[in-house]
Nanobody, 115 residues
Framework: QVQLVESGGGLVQPGGSLRLSCEAS????????MNWYRQAPGKERELVAT????????KYADSVKGRFTVSRDNAKSTMYLQMNNLKPEDTAVYYC????????WGQGTQVTVSS
């Protein structure tokens, strides 16, 4: 059974940091390019970061470049998103999924940046 479980969200002040995790199961994680997405209230879901199956190539949305870092541990079938210097506009529910052949979405993890 395919499962994506996001965790690590929370309430943080502007300028703060959070580390999100995405635990994957039910598919060959180590063969998959993986993405982080986010969806803010009233907005479309947007692609935030991409990491290839070996972790050697990453891409970021312009809005998060220099602040977010995506990484993965294939031995643990887990992907991470380190988010630094968070801004109120980063407030959203964050999701992970496979690139290309989208899997069933997880529940996401809420990130709220507010003073």
């Amino acid at each position: 059974q395919v499962q994506l479980v996001e965790s690590g969200g929370g309430l943080v002040q502007p300028g703060g940091s959070l580390r999100l995790s995405c635990e994957a199961s039910g598919f060959p994680f180590m063969l998959a390019t993986m993405n982080w997405y986010r969806q803010a209230p009233g907005k479309e879901r947007e692609l935030v970061a991409t990491i290839n199956r070996f972790g050697g190539s990453t891409k970021y949305a312009d809005s998060v470049k220099g602040r977010f870092t995506v990484s993965r541990d294939n031995a643990k079938s887990t992907m991470y998103l380190q988010m630094n210097n968070l801004k109120p506009e980063d407030t959203a529910v964050y999701y992970c999924n496979r690139d290309g052949a989208i899997l069933k979405w997880g529940q996401g993890t809420q990130v709220t940046v507010s003073s």
